[in-house]
Nanobody, 127 residues
């Protein structure tokens, strides 16, 4: 059974930083592309980042490019998201997902949910 557990969220002031973690189990993590998505208050899921299975090829939307960094540890089945220069519009519940780039973008565009969604971790950026 796929199990994804996010942690590391919190409340920070604009310009602050947070590092999110995701513990994955129940599937072949080291050969699976992974993504982060977020759900702002009252809105649908937004794609935040995707990393290929090797950890060498990241993808970001313009909204977070240059501020967020996705990484992974395939020996520990962990996915991370370093978030710097946070803005109020980054507020939301953040989820990790065993989705590749096309799948993650598709979730956003089709306003869908995705399988194996965990509980997420809340990020609040506010002064």
């Amino acid at each position: 059974e796929v199990h994804l557990v996010e942690s590391g969220g919190g409340r920070v002031q604009p310009g602050g930083s947070l590092r999110l973690s995701c513990a994955a189990s129940g599937f072949a993590f080291s050969t699976t592309d992974m993504s982060w998505l977020r759900q702002p208050p009252g809105k649908g899921l937004e794609w935040v980042s995707t990393l290929d299975s090797s950890g060498k090829i990241p993808f970001y939307p313009d909204s977070v490019n240059g501020r967020f960094t996705i990484s992974r540890d395939n020996t520990e089945n962990m996915l991370y998201l370093q978030m710097n220069s946070l803005k109020p519009e980054d507020t939301g519940v953040y989820y990790c997902a065993n989705l590749d780039l096309a799948q993650a973008i598709g979730v956003e565009r089709r306003k869908e949910d995705f399988n194996n969604r965990g509980q997420g971790t809340q990020v609040t950026v506010s002064s």
